[in-house]
Structure formats: structure tokens, C-alpha cells
């Protein structure tokens, strides 16, 4: 679904990414780890859209992706849930959810979209006039991603999701996000808490200084020791 081809990307002069390759298939959940300054918000944000791509190609159902603008990668299904959240403090959960369904092919399943939302998050139900930043950091790490699923994503970019939350409530996040995956939806996502990541995940793949240094399936990777080497270095 999702093929990273060699690309190279960064701030300034110098690459933040340097020649990584991956691949996210339909129905996987795709970690990346690695230590802070590796290049893995950098990826994300790559794919997205919101730092341009300098070599190597992004294609989405062989369709590329590099050289496009942020919206139209919105618009073609890549849905980039940001580090910090990003949900707009001062509008309602219900606006916030509704934002997410300007994606959507077609209007007119915009309900059923926003009835299985608040399915998935039995809680928004009787809270959808609140404020959004009136929300805890849970709630609000929730919101993100179910207004990114109302604009029926084929990938979702998951930055960072557990930053800043309890032990807790991350628990109950990676239960979410263990079920995001489907048939015709994949997950990419960066994650620090990376034993828990690879416990829902289905791959990952290791960053450092931009390249990748390790690739194989969670199972393996919860194991290999290079995994420790990766964030102590």
C-alpha cells in the first residue's frame, strides 16, 4: 500500500533521512523506532507532505506521492495525526470530528462515519458539545485519531501518540490502536514506548542518524538485543 523508496529529507543543509526504504502493507501495523534525532518525525512528515521530499520516491497504490502538496496527500489518504495532537482547543468535539470528514469521497456517509467514531469512543458520545481543550491529554491523543479515521485514510500516521500520558492511559490507547488496522487500512507509527509499540505491531523497522539499521517482524524484534544497542548509542 505504502512504498518509501530511498528517500532523503531534512532541515536545512544538511539530511535528516538518508536513503530509507519501507513498506507498509493493508492490515499492518508498521512501527518505526529508534533513538531521539534518528529521523522518525521526520519521516512521517515526509510522507505527509509537510517537509518536501529532496530524492527517492513516496507511492501510495502505486500512485506517487513526492512532490505533492500537503492537502492533496490529505485527499489521496495518508492522515498524519501530529505530534502534540493537534486538535483545535476551542471548537467542540463534535467540530473537531467534523473537520475529519471534509476528507470523505463522498458527503453522504458522514454520519455513519461519525455514528462508528463514537462507537469506537463510547466516551465522546455524551461529551460532543465539550471543548476540546478541556479534554485530558488521553481524550484529546483520542480525538486526533478519530477525526484522522473519519476522512477514511488508506494509511495512518501515528506521531508520537503516547507522549505526555500516564501509564494508564497509554495502556488503553494501544488497545485502540491494536484495532486501527483493517483490509484496506494500514498504520505507520513512531513510537518511544517501544515494547508496547511491537506488542501491537506487526513490523518494524530501526532508524539511527537517518538510516535504517534493522528491519523485521515485531515478534523478533522484541527480542533482539539491537534493539537496546539502537537507543542506548
Same mark, same amino acid.
Given at each position: 500500500?505504502?512504498?518509501?523508496?530511498?528517500?532523503?529529507?531534512?532541515?536545512?543543509?544538511?539530511?535528516?533521512?538518508?536513503?530509507?526504504?519501507?513498506?507498509?502493507?493493508?492490515?499492518?501495523?508498521?512501527?518505526?523506532?529508534?533513538?531521539?534525532?534518528?529521523?522518525?518525525?521526520?519521516? #512521517? &512528515?515526509?510522507? %505527509?507532505? !509537510?517537509? /518536501?521530499? =529532496?530524492? +527517492?520516491?513516496?507511492?501510495?497504490?502505486g500512485?506517487?506521492l *513526492?512532490?505533492?502538496?500537503?492537502?492533496?496527500i490529505?485527499?489521496?489518504?495518508?492522515?498524519?495525526?501530529?505530534?502534540?495532537r493537534?486538535?483545535?482547543?476551542?471548537?467542540?468535539?463534535?467540530?473537531? #470530528? &467534523?473537520?475529519? %470528514?471534509? !476528507?470523505? /469521497?463522498? =458527503?453522504? +456517509?458522514?454520519?455513519?462515519?461519525?455514528?462508528?467514531?463514537? *462507537?469506537?469512543?463510547p466516551?465522546?458520545?455524551?461529551?460532543?458539545?465539550?471543548?476540546g481543550?478541556?479534554?485530558?491529554?488521553?481524550?484529546?491523543?483520542?480525538l486526533?485519531?478519530?477525526?484522522?479515521? #473519519?476522512?477514511?485514510?488508506?494509511? !495512518?500516521?501515528?506521531d508520537?501518540?503516547?507522549?505526555?500520558?500516564?501509564?494508564?492511559?497509554?495502556?488503553?490507547?494501544f488497545?485502540?490502536?491494536?484495532?486501527?488496522?483493517?483490509?484496506?487500512?494500514?498504520?505507520?507509527?513512531?513510537?518511544?514506548?517501544?515494547?508496547?509499540?511491537?506488542?501491537?505491531?506487526?513490523?518494524?523497522?530501526?532508524?539511527?542518524?537517518?538510516?535504517?539499521?534493522?528491519?523485521?517482524?515485531?515478534?523478533?524484534?522484541?527480542?533482539?538485543?539491537?534493539?537496546?544497542?539502537?537507543?542506548?548509542?
Open positions: 500500500m505504502l512504498s518509501i523508496d530511498r528517500i532523503e529529507s531534512g532541515y536545512g543543509l544538511v539530511p535528516a533521512l538518508r536513503g530509507v526504504s519501507l513498506r507498509v502493507a493493508p492490515g499492518e501495523i508498521v512501527a518505526v523506532l529508534g533513538p531521539n534525532g534518528a529521523g522518525k518525525s521526520t519521516l #512521517l &512528515r515526509t510522507v %505527509s507532505g !509537510l517537509l /518536501a521530499t =529532496r530524492s +527517492g520516491a513516496i507511492s501510495l497504490n500512485r506517487r *513526492d512532490g505533492l502538496p500537503a492537502h492533496k490529505a485527499r489521496l489518504g495518508v492522515a498524519h495525526v501530529v505530534e502534540g493537534g486538535i483545535l482547543p476551542n471548537l467542540t468535539i463534535r467540530d473537531n #470530528l &467534523r473537520l475529519g %470528514s471534509f !476528507l470523505r /469521497a463522498s =458527503r453522504a +456517509g458522514e454520519q455513519e462515519g461519525l455514528d462508528a467514531a463514537l *462507537d469506537r469512543f466516551w465522546m458520545r455524551p461529551r460532543l458539545g465539550d471543548l481543550g478541556r479534554l485530558s491529554g488521553g481524550q484529546q491523543q483520542m486526533a485519531i478519530a477525526r484522522a479515521l #473519519l476522512g477514511e485514510p488508506k494509511v !495512518l500516521l501515528l508520537e501518540p503516547s507522549l505526555g500520558l500516564a501509564p494508564k492511559i497509554i495502556d488503553e490507547l488497545e485502540v490502536i491494536g484495532r486501527l488496522a483493517t483490509d484496506d487500512r494500514a498504520v505507520l507509527i513512531v513510537e518511544q514506548q517501544v515494547h508496547r509499540c511491537l506488542r501491537v505491531a506487526t513490523r518494524g523497522y530501526v532508524l539511527q542518524r537517518g538510516r535504517v539499521v534493522l528491519s523485521d517482524s515485531a515478534e523478533a524484534l522484541r527480542g533482539d538485543e539491537r534493539i537496546e544497542r539502537a537507543y542506548l548509542s
